[in-house]
Nanobody, 121 residues
Framework: QVQLVESGGGLVQPGGSLRLSCAVSGFTFTTYTLRLSTMSWYRQAPGKERELVATITGVNGVTNYSDSVKGRFTISRDSAKNTVNLQMNSLKPEDMAMYYC?????????WGQGTQVTVSS
């Protein structure tokens, strides 16, 4: 059973950076298993719907980003640590939200509990 645990959230000033990490258990990153995997970060701000932020898919790690974060955020995988990371730079107040890790592996979807990102001066 896949489990996802996020970390790295916190308070940061506008223009600052944070690195979120999603520890993945119950699933090992290998060339074979990654073929059927999609790992993503979503976020949800108060009063708003949950939105897709970034996705990394397949063995080659193809990435996609929402227009609102493109050029500022970078999603990556660390096979040695079994983590999926989100490097967030040039943070804006509108990036403030609860950030969730998501996985779809062989059709099975798992969500993490979320980590709060607050952008404020």
């Amino acid at each position: 059973q896949v489990q996802l645990v996020e970390s790295g959230g916190g308070l940061v000033q506008p223009g600052g950076s944070l690195r979120l990490s999603c520890a993945v258990s119950g699933f090992t990153f290998t060339t074979y298993t990654l073929r059927l995997s999609t790992m993503s970060w979503y976020r949800q701000a108060p009063g708003k719907e949950r939105e897709l932020v970034a996705t990394i898919t397949g063995v080659n790690g193809v990435t996609n980003y929402s227009d609102s974060v493109k050029g500022r955020f970078t999603i990556s995988r660390d096979s040695a640590k079994n983590t999926v990371n989100l490097q967030m730079n040039s943070l804006k107040p509108e990036d403030m939200a609860m950030y969730y890790c998501y996985s779809r592996i062989s059709g099975r979807v798992t969500w993490g509990q979320g980590t709060q990102v607050t952008v404020s001066s």
